[in-house]
């Protein structure tokens, strides 16, 4: 693959319970790496030890560029089995983008067509721009309705590269993103990969997901994370489709 990945857009510091970095030590990893722009996005309710809610009301104090890394806000929440979101709407609006995904923790399958219907009913919030890790068959989903609404709603599906370290734990992973990055080719449904860092080594890590990516001849045009200004164009608020 021929283009460089500048920015990072889902990872994780000490704030969410079981991550190893400060947001400062997760931007100088970033800086090291050349990236050029970071995004740090706590879990949100539902997962054991993560932040208050509160959090996401003070992030405005974050400076909005560290080591010379553009830094922006979001959140990893949580689809509920009632297909709502895990945080409220009134800090869902202080977030510069939301990643919206299923965690065992706190979601129990309900089969591949009613957990398809939940993720796409989290997609129509307007500050929902990802779907995180949509790869694991232990809480299946239909790929063709996933992304015929990943495109309805201007939400980019994600290639998460810790999954390629947790394969072993995540149910038939590789074949499901053969499979959904297919359709985004036919749909021309555009992908976002990401670390999913939950320490400071790991931010910018892409390499699996790459690898995969290049094996199935991935359309390039296709992947948000060569341009920051083609990232930032595709999070601007009220692009989702009514």
């Known amino acids: 693959m021929k283009q460089n990945f500048v920015l990072d857009i889902h990872t994780h510091t000490l704030a969410s319970g079981h991550a190893f970095g400060t947001i400062r030590e997760m931007a100088q990893a970033a800086s090291g790496k050349n990236l050029k722009l970071l995004g740090i996005s706590e879990h949100g309710p539902g997962i054991p030890g993560t932040v ?28 509920r089995n009632d297909g709502t979101l895990s945080l409220d709407q009134k800090y869902i609006d202080r977030l510069d ?10 979601y129990q399958d309900q089969g591949r067509k009613k957990n398809t219907e939940n993720v ?24 063709e309705l996933l992304v015929q609404a990943a495109k309805k709603y201007h939400v980019a599906l994600e290639v998460n590269n810790n999954t390629f370290r947790r394969k072993q734990k995540r149910l038939n992973c590789i074949e499901n993103y053969k499979t959904m990055l297919k359709l985004c080719m036919e749909y021309e ?24 990516l ?3 001849g991935f359309d390039e045009k296709l992947i948000l994370n060569t341009d920051t200004e083609k990232f930032l164009d595709f999070i601007k608020t009220g692009n989702h489709a009514q």
């Open 120 to 143: 796409i009913s989290c997609m129509k919030n307007e500050k929902v721009c990802f779907i995180s890790h949509p790869d694991d068959d232990h809480t299946p989903l239909d790929y």
């Open 97 to 106: 983008y939301a990643i919206a995904g299923i965690h065992e923790q706190c």
């Open 214 to 216: 290049e094996q199935v």
């Open 189 to 212: 449904s555009p992908v976002i990969v990401s670390s999913d860092a939950h320490d400071p080594s790991l931010v910018g890590e892409f390499q699996e997901a790459r690898e995969l």
């Open 52 to 79: 208050d809610p509160i959090y996401f009301s003070t992030l405005y104090v974050v400076p909005r560029n560290l080591y010379g890394v553009d830094i922006l806000h979001g959140c990893e929440i949580n689809v």
